[in-house]
């Protein structure tokens, strides 16, 4: 009896897959812009007393007239003033002119050009305050 060999099978090589890498669309990051807000600035502006300026009132009298002045609260002058009379009076808080005749009675307060203090034969009351300076220097104040 002869032996007839069969051959054996060798195993067949089953294909193998590999996959290549396939680039994928990149995503760039989206930018949003961020807005921060910058705070304005708004001058704020502080009357100032200019230091040791007060108060300087004039009277010039175009007629007669009874007057009562007052320097810082305290009676300065009270009495009649004629036509053509001038008076000075400068304090550091106020002047006060009470006069009976305003319209006879020129008033010139802190240096600035006189004007009638009021109608002819009216009684009148005016107080007279140091100039205010407005300080140039700003502060900032949030809007």
Do not use: C, H
């Not at 807000?37 to 001058?43: E, M």
């Not at 009379?85 to 050009?113: Q, R």
């Amino acid at each position: 009896m002869s032996e007839t060999s069969t051959p054996k099978a060798s195993p067949t090589p089953s294909p193998t897959i590999t996959s290549t890498p396939q680039a994928s669309p990149s995503l760039s990051p989206t930018v949003t812009p961020t807005v921060t807000p910058t705070p304005s600035v708004s001058p704020t502006i502080s009357p100032t007393i200019q230091s040791g300026s007060g108060v300087e009132v004039g009277i010039e009298l175009q007629g007669e007239s009874w007057l009562r002045i007052k320097v810082d609260g305290k009676t300065a002058f009270e009495g009649t003033l004629n036509k053509g009379d001038k008076k000075n009076w400068t304090g550091t808080k106020e002047v006060s002119v009470y006069s009976g005749n305003a319209g006879a009675v020129l008033v010139s307060a802190n240096k600035k050009p006189p004007t009638v203090m009021g109608g002819e034969g009216s009684l009148k009351f005016i107080k007279y305050a140091p100039e205010v300076e407005v300080s140039p220097t700003a502060t900032p104040s949030p809007q």
